[in-house]
């Protein structure tokens, strides 16, 4: 007898990549369940705020009531303080809303991306329960396996237990990482099941403005739909 | 009014069926300074005067964001106007996260009414002493209504509360039949109209009042709630003001103003869009 469970995954897989004054967010587009594809077209990318998206994988529906929850919670802090949510407080929330649900969690592997207060590029990289950890590039989902080794090799992001500190972020440009992260889902769509590169969502952050002149009808929310490979 | 035995808690009838603490509390209402709304069929405005307390402080706010489609100007007790705006702004967003849609004006006026009935009923508590005026687009067009403490309310083209607000009312009621067809910069020049005759000669300025809009363009896309930025607001009043004066001045000023009325008619031009279009930045300015 197989008991009821109330999770499932739905699949994908979402890396961001932060830059000096920039931050890369992207994520698959394919919803699936077991060995069946539900959609071909569903974006796991949210904006939460100007300068604050998230990106998550693993349970869609889990994912949906996140990102409502955090949206309506934003809301009361623009109300309260008359401005946006910062990258770094919107990653400490995501943090204390995943453990809130310690005892029946969120089935979501997150990867919340964006600007910090001096307009650098930040990646906060969550599990399902609320740990994170503020890195240079981060890799969540079915690929995250796949593409994590790659990014490590890529980007040699200096071990934060160096002495002085050095910056996780990566030098390279904004193209360059944008590529690179085109070259991520190719690889994971060779050997992953579940994540297919056939139409990758980016959200490149330069500042606000180049975030909206990359708003295509096809994904009204954000996005930049590229056509990769295949 | 004045004191009687009937008066002391709220739960107390009078004989003549009059329930003196609530009247009381419409009364707080009325030392508020003024608050003007003023509704087209596709805009609501809302104006309002701001005093401060002493040359050293901030005025106090009186309008409030609710939600992108919802906002509301109080007179009377700021501070139970505040908690009513909070109140009201959790129950946006609460309906919003449930429905996927914005609430519609009239259920949240209904609401917050039950919430000022409530006070009216119960020994331990005091009614609200403010006076909303609510100002909301739904499906069905643009509202604008006046919650009381009593816990009434209705629906009104164009009202004023608080002090002095007979002057503008005179004036709203010879003038209110045209709202509806108004344009957005008419009504927002009606409304700085109503909120000048409620100074009784002091000049109108735009660091003394503050003025809030929301709607629908006309191409269909929405004008948030959001207020009007000071330049703005004092570039209208230049506009009506100038035209006002070649009345009062004697004939031989007419050259310089031949001048300034050119200069005005040019700022009437562009005030508005700038105003509506600066919203990037600080998304919940009010």
């Known amino acids: 007898m197989s008991r009821f469970s109330p999770y499932d995954n739905n699949g994908g897989s979402c890396v961001a990549i932060a830059g000096a004054d920039y931050c890369v967010i992207a994520s698959d587009t394919r919803m699936s369940t077991g060995y069946n594809i539900l959609t071909r077209d569903h974006s796991k990318i949210y904006k939460l705020a100007d300068k604050c998206i998230l990106a998550s994988s693993g349970f869609q529906a889990d994912m949906k009531a996140l990102q409502k929850l955090l949206a309506a919670r934003h809301l009361i802090y623009q109300h309260q303080h008359n401005k946006q949510m910062s990258c770094p407080a919107m990653g400490q929330l995501l943090s204390n809303t995943l453990y809130y649900k310690r005892f029946f969690p969120y089935y979501t592997f997150n990867v919340l991306g964006g600007l910090d207060n001096e307009g650098k590029g930040c990646v906060y990289t969550y599990d399902a329960v609320g740990s994170y950890e503020r890195v240079g590039y981060s890799a969540q989902g079915s690929g995250s396996v796949l593409i994590m080794p790659f990014l490590d090799n890529q980007l040699k992001s200096p071990s934060p237990l160096l002495l002085p500190a050095q910056d996780a972020v990566t030098p390279l440009s904004q193209s360059e990482a944008i590529d690179l992260v085109k070259t991520c889902f190719a ?31 096809v994904m009204p929310s954000l996005g930049n739909v590229e056509n990769v490979a295949f | ?91 946006c967003i609460n309906y919003s996260f449930t429905y996927e849609s914005p609430l519609p004006v009239g259920r949240l006026v209904v609401q917050l009414a039950d919430k000022a009935q409530v006070c009216t009923q119960r020994s331990w508590k005091r009614p609200y002493g403010v006076g909303l005026l609510v100002a909301g687009l739904d499906e069905s067009g643009a509202h604008l209504y006046y919650n009381c403490p009593s816990g009434n309310y209705f ?28 344009s957005r910069d008419e009504l927002v020049k009606d409304a700085l109209i109503a909120v000048r005759e409620t100074l009784q000669g002091e000049t109108l300025k735009s660091s003394i009042c503050t003025v809030a809009v929301v709607g629908i363009n006309e191409d269909g896309t929405n004008e948030p709630f959001h207020i009007l930025d000071q330049d703005a607001v004092q570039k209208l009043i230049d506009a009506f003001e100038i035209v006002k004066e070649p009345a009062t001045e004697a004939p031989a000023a007419a050259e310089p103003e031949g001048a300034d009325g050119a200069g005005a008619s040019d700022a009437a031009q562009d005030p508005p869009a700038p105003a509506a279009a600066d919203e990037g930045a600080a998304p919940m300015e009010i």
């Not at chain 1, 992953?192 to 952050?205: A, E, G, N, Q």
């Not at chain 2, 603490?21 to 003024?34: L, R, T």
């Open chain 1, 187 to 217: 690889s994971a769509t060779e050997r992953d099941i579940h994540t297919v590169s056939s139409r990758v969502l980016f959200l490149p952050k330069y500042m606000v403005y180049l975030m909206f002149f990359f708003l295509l009808p």
């Open chain 2, 155 to 182: 629906e009104y083209q164009a009202f004023a509360i608080g002090s002095r607000s007979q002057a503008a009312k005179t004036y709203l009621e010879r003038r209110f039949e045209s709202f509806n067809d108004s």
């Open chain 2, 1 to 91: 009014m004045f004191r009687n035995q009937y008066d002391t808690d709220v739960t107390t009838w009078s004989p003549a069926g009059r329930l003196f603490q609530v009247e009381y509390a419409m009364e707080a209402v009325k030392q508020g300074s003024a608050a003007i709304g003023l509704r087209s069929k596709t805009h609501v405005v809302l104006a309002c005067v701001n005093k401060a307390q002493s040359e050293l402080s901030s005025h106090q706010r009186k309008i409030f964001k609710v939600d992108d489609h919802i906002g509301v100007a109080i007179a009377g007790l700021t501070a139970d106007g505040r908690v009513l705006s909070r109140y009201m702004r959790s129950e």
